[in-house]
């Protein structure tokens, strides 16, 4: 009896080393892949509205409207270790303040690497605000397209594709809709 025990447990612990090497194994090749895909980035319009909302109807917040025009690649980030990509395109500003923020306008999951070509003309997905409600003091903002890579086994890895060339500066607010 014992010995099957000892026999079972020695396999086990034989087993377990496999596959804590296997997986460190994978882990470190996903530094032989060094991939550094690069793609294009424009912002096409960028517009400011004063927004009455209704449930806060005495503060006129002011909402960035984004419309980008972006393509990059992302085939080469899929290897054996890819389990999937989040690419997000954010803005950057300065506040009055001197704090820099960013705030994320747009963001996508990719799963297969056959998903992995983004080419897209289209709005944000999430609005442009200003924890001040204001954009009237920030004067400009930069925009880029940064992804995560998230493997099977090892750490995240982060990047940046794309950046566009000039900050854009922020238009003055219009009335608009609420
Ligand atoms: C988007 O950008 C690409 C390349 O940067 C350009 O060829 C294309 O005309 C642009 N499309 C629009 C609608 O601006
Ligand atoms: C804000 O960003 C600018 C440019 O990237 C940098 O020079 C500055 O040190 C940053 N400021 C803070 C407070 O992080």
Sequence with gaps: MHSIYARVNGISALWSTC???LLGAVALSSFL??????GNLDIVSLK????????YPFRNEEIGFVKFNLSADFTPLFNWNTKQLFVYLEAEYTSPQGVNNTVVIWDRIVRRKEDATIDIVQKDKYKLRD???????VHAAQYSLKYNV???VGVLTYGEAARTVEAID??????SVS
């Design 131 to 137: 924890l001040s409600g204001s954009f009237s003091n």
């Design 170 to 175: 922020f238009p003055d607010a219009r009335d």
């Design 33 to 38: 892949f060094n991939a550094d895909p690069k």
């Design 48 to 55: 400011v509205f004063h927004s009455k909302t209704r449930r």
């Design 150 to 152: 998230m493997p099977y």
């Design 19 to 21: 596959v804590m090497v």
